[in-house]
């Protein structure tokens, strides 16, 4: 069983910058596909980007592209999502999500954790 923990989320104003954590124990991390997933009150939990075992290449959403970033350590089983140039359209829970296959979306995700959330003012 993999376990995955968020952490880092909190309140910022709209233009500022927070990154998230997620802490993943339970398994091999370096062999999965890692995505951060966000769901606001009254709306569908929607991709917001990943980043690939071993290659470490990363895919965004277009709602965020150019403003966030994904990252891995697999030394320190940790995956970030660096926010910058937040909107309060990004105000949302954030999840950190793992996958063994190749497609990296909210019905494929085999471990979720229990999300974090972020909120932006305007």
């Known amino acids: 069983q993999v376990q995955l923990v968020e952490s880092g989320g909190g309140l910022v104003q709209a233009g500022g910058s927070l990154r998230l954590s997620c802490a993943a124990s339970?398994?091999?991390?370096?062999?999965?596909?890692m995505g951060w997933f966000r769901q606001a009150p009254g709306k569908e939990r929607e991709f917001v980007g990943e980043?690939?075992?071993?290659?470490?290449?990363?895919d965004y959403a277009d709602s965020v592209k150019g403003r966030f970033t994904i990252s891995r350590d697999d030394a320190k089983n940790t995956l970030y999502l660096r926010m910058t140039l937040l909107k309060p359209e990004d105000t949302a829970v954030y999840y950190c999500a793992a996958t063994s296959n190749y497609f990296v979306t909210r019905a494929t995700m085999d471990y979720w954790g229990q999300g974090t959330q972020v909120t932006v003012s305007s």
């Open positions: 980043i690939r075992r071993s290659t470490g290449s990363t």
């Open positions: 339970g398994g091999t991390f370096s062999l999965y596909h």
